[in-house]
């Protein structure tokens, strides 16, 4: 088996993973939903859930495009950015550079997400959604301004015409 079938097999195991997560937080979210029509703080869990799916979006598409980075040059999976879509070069080092850092803030962002969600265990319905409104909002900030040091190393490490410095 060739290097680009290896590589297209572990691509094709991480799509079918993805998969599977999502028809899994679906049926979370069919519960969660259930147990909130029944009364048993359902909307603080399906908060809760939904709170740390950008964390978890973070981690996995960060590792996938740290580690496994798109091979071709796209306008629809990677980091796209008129800078990094240079040439090959720029396109593979933005794409390990933001995975790695959406990475780290994935596993950053889990533990603080964690900790604010238990702070409004057992209040008022309307009180859990304006935490987890908020959260989400701050997650998504801190996902979208990962954009900015990665377009500041992309400019320090290649000039305009995307040639290493």
Not at 127 to 156: D, H
């Amino acid at each position: 088996m060739g290097k680009r079938a290896g590589r297209t097999m572990k691509t094709g195991r991480y799509l079918l993973i993805a998969v599977v997560v999502s028809i899994m937080a679906c049926f979370l979210a069919a519960i969660l939903f259930l147990l909130y029509h029944y009364g048993f703080m359902g909307f603080w869990w399906f908060m809760f859930a939904c709170d740390l799916l950008i964390p978890a979006t973070m981690i996995m598409a960060g590792r996938m495009m740290w580690k496994h980075c798109p091979r071709d040059i796209n306008g629809m999976v990677g980091y796209r950015t008129s800078r990094s879509m240079k040439n090959a070069d720029t396109w593979k080092f933005a794409n390990e550079y933001c995975g790695k850092l959406w990475w780290k803030l994935g596993w950053i962002l889990t533990i603080p997400s964690i900790a604010v969600q238990l702070f409004s265990y057992g209040k008022s319905t309307e009180t859990v959604g304006i935490v987890g409104g908020i959260l989400c909002t701050v997650q998504t900030v801190i996902l979208v301004i990962a954009i900015f040091p990665t377009e500041l190393a992309l400019k320090r490490s290649f000039t305009e015409t995307g040639e290493r410095r």
